[in-house]
């Protein structure tokens, strides 16, 4: 089973900035947190990982909780190409466990 | 992106069929996985390959069969599949599993269908 839960969907207004949260309590101390996304259907793409410090790249930053139980992905300005299942994933070394993610709806 | 390419993109097959899926990877990196991801569900990992050698295998059935000639190639072969193996199939690489930080790339994967 994934160590994450997200929420099933989310929508945002094309433009604003989205937030999806994403809750990791079990967390071990050398786990990192790393953020996929997919476009229907196409194979997922790396978005950002991070492992204690907040982190940003040029898709997205990523802000964890000073406890590390939970992180928030941020997409700063939203656009209809970013509309995406988004999964946050808690691994150490290889062994990815999927869950549903977030279906983000972005509306123009 | 081009980093991680699949072929064929799409394949229908009858369940008395052998075929194969092909992964190729440009990254230079040494660990590469097949992952199966069925409608409605979430992406399940199949096989894990690192430096050619195969280090995991999720209770997958005999009929999913995987090589891994060198790092950068990695195939899969399918005999006498079911209806219920239609999936998608992705395959992804990164760097070996040694450290703990291990970012994964992703190929656009082969849409199977079997009848």
């Known amino acids: 089973d994934a160590k994450t839960t997200q929420p099933p969907s989310m929508d945002c207004a094309e433009g604003r900035a989205a937030n999806l949260p994403c809750n990791h309590s079990t967390i071990s101390g050398n786990e990192y947190v790393y953020w996929y996304r997919q476009i229907h259907s196409q194979g997922p793409q790396y978005i950002i990982h991070?492992?204690?410090n907040n982190e940003t790249n040029e898709m997205a930053s990523l802000i964890i909780t000073e406890d590390r139980k939970s992180s928030t992905l941020i997409l700063p300005h939203a656009t209809l190409r970013d509309t995406a299942v988004y999964y946050c994933i808690v691994a150490y070394g290889q062994n990815f466990v999927f869950g549903p993610g977030t279906r983000l709806s972005v509306l123009p | 992106e081009t980093g991680v390419t699949q072929t064929p993109r799409h394949l229908v097959m009858g369940m008395t069929n052998k075929k194969s899926l092909k992964c190729e990877q440009h990254l230079g990196h040494n660990a590469m996985y097949w992952y199966k991801q069925s409608a409605k569900k979430p992406l399940e990992l199949m096989f894990v390959y690192n430096f050619k050698e195969q280090t995991e295998n999720n209770s997958v059935p005999s009929r999913f069969s995987p090589e891994c000639p060198n790092s950068s190639h990695l195939f899969l072969h399918l005999h006498t599949l079911q209806p219920e193996d239609s999936a998608l199939y992705l395959c992804?690489?990164?760097?070996?599993?040694?450290?703990?930080?291990?970012?994964?790339?992703f190929g656009p994967g082969t849409r199977l269908l079997v009848l």
């Open positions: 992804a690489s990164s760097q070996d599993g040694r450290g703990g930080l291990v970012t994964q790339y």
């Open positions: 991070g492992l204690k």
